[in-house]
Nanobody
Framework: QLQLVESGGGLVQPGGSLRLSCAAS????????IGWFRQAPGKEREGISC????????DYADSVKGRFTISRDNAKNTVYLQMTSLKPEDTAVYYC???????????????????WGQGTQVTVSS
């Protein structure tokens, strides 16, 4: 069974950095598309970044371009989201997700992902 577990969230001051981790169990993460999403209170879940099985990276949210970077460590079976220059509007629950088939590539749409982690809270506040 495919399982994803996020970690690394927490409280950080504006301008600070965090690195989120998405650890996989039950499958080799490097052969699947992995996406990062976030959901702020009262808002819809939005796609942030995605890394395909080939290692291609896609950034979807204009608000985080140049500040967030997705990466993958195959040896640790983990995908990361490095977040810098954090702003209060980045406050949200962050999720990683994957799709049901290794043949499916990146998408910004949450509805196209089938397996989700439980999420990790990121709060940016002074």
């Amino acid at each position: 069974q495919l399982q994803l577990v996020e970690s690394g969230g927490g409280l950080v001051q504006p301008g600070g950095s965090l690195r989120l981790s998405c650890a996989a169990s039950g499958f080799a993460l490097n052969i699947y598309t992995i996406g990062w999403f976030r959901q702020a209170p009262g808002k819809e879940r939005e796609g942030i970044s995605c890394i395909s099985r080939s290692g291609s990276r896609f950034d979807y949210a204009d608000s985080v371009k140049g500040r967030f970077t997705i990466s993958r460590d195959n040896a640790k079976n983990t995908v990361y989201l490095q977040m810098t220059s954090l702003k209060p509007e980045d406050t949200a629950v962050y999720y990683c997700a994957t799709r049901r088939s290794v043949l499916l590539g990146c998408s910004a749409l949450p509805k196209e992902y089938d397996y989700w982690g439980q999420g990790t809270q990121v709060t940016v506040s002074s």
